[in-house]
């Protein structure tokens, strides 16, 4: 296939995913039912998002132009894809970069989400026989270079295994917000979205806040309330409250709405259900390096706006690195 063809069946991918395809729908509801963080609305949300913000004939036109892909591709590589599964579909940036690029993806699903991007193959597939060498698989041996997104802990038998290649390897990342004391309403509201969608589980979630010294919490813990339906779910609140009792047993401070527990930490990283905080004298002092290896986003009135963490573009790529460059350097 030509650049042309590939960006026109990416556009009819996006209008098949916003669709109520029978088959589609199906592949939703099981990946719902095999994993209770999927819940349906975050399932839509995350298909939106890529239907919306990358398959867009308009969007894909101008982020190509950018990188020179020949019309043709001649010698396409065999890329190994090792997917995350925190969130729906958070892989499907890394099968985008490779799909466009004329290369052939081959794809190891996480466990956690394993019904939506073979659906996505089908309807490939199905659209265009040259698609067949995209796959599905278990195993990624022979591969000529790999992108593996996993934990720290991960990364290091990705190191093993996929070092001697040309290969990206994605760690943990979280991200802060930088707040100034006199966040209106709205802003307070539009960061609530930025810790709370996907339950906080995506590395683009803010999970630790800095704030100004004698900062008054209370009308945030009071908007955050948007979210008090995450209580009822039943993982969620496990975590609640498994990191309440911690708290309590250890005699932490703390502050809570029911739904959130905030704890004093220097640690950009919390664990589900819980955010951090810190005190900063002067803004300047507070706001870590952009080039932080920890951090995939910096949520403030000077950095990505508040709401707009979950909102990633066709150029924001994870940990910094340029996955476009990656896979025209092989």
Known sequence: MDLQNRINILVELGEFMLSEEASWKEAKTRAFQHNAWFIPDFINLSVSRIAER?????????????????????????????M????????????????????????KPSS???WLFPEILKFLNKKNPATDQILVSPMLKGMDAYIATGS??????????FGKYPSLIRRNRTSIAVLEGNETAEELEKLADDVFLYFGLGCRNVTQIHVPENYDFVPLLSTF??????????????????RLSLAILNRLPYMTNDCLLMLENDSPFSPIAVLH?????????????????NLQC????QHLPFGESQHPELSDYADGTDTMKFLRSL
């Open 54 to 82: 990358f398959l867009q004939k308009d969007l894909l036109e101008k982020w190509t132009s950018d990188y020179q892909i020949p019309e043709w591709e001649n010698t396409p590589k065999k890329i190994g894809i090792v």
């Open 152 to 161: 720290n802990n991960s990364a290091r038998y990705f190191d093993y295994y």
């Open 112 to 114: 956690r989400d394993a």
């Open 277 to 293: 905080y810190t005190y900063y004298k002067d803004i300047k002092d507070s706001i870590p390096s952009e080039n932080n290896e």
């Open 225 to 242: 309330r948007k979210y008090q339906w995450m209580a009822d779910h039943h993982k969620y609140k496990n975590n609640y409250d498994y």
């Open 298 to 301: 910096i949520v403030g009135r």
């Open 84 to 107: 995350a599964g925190n969130i729906p579909l958070v892989g499907f940036h890394d099968f985008l970069c490779c799909f466009i690029n004329g290369h052939d993806p081959v794809i």
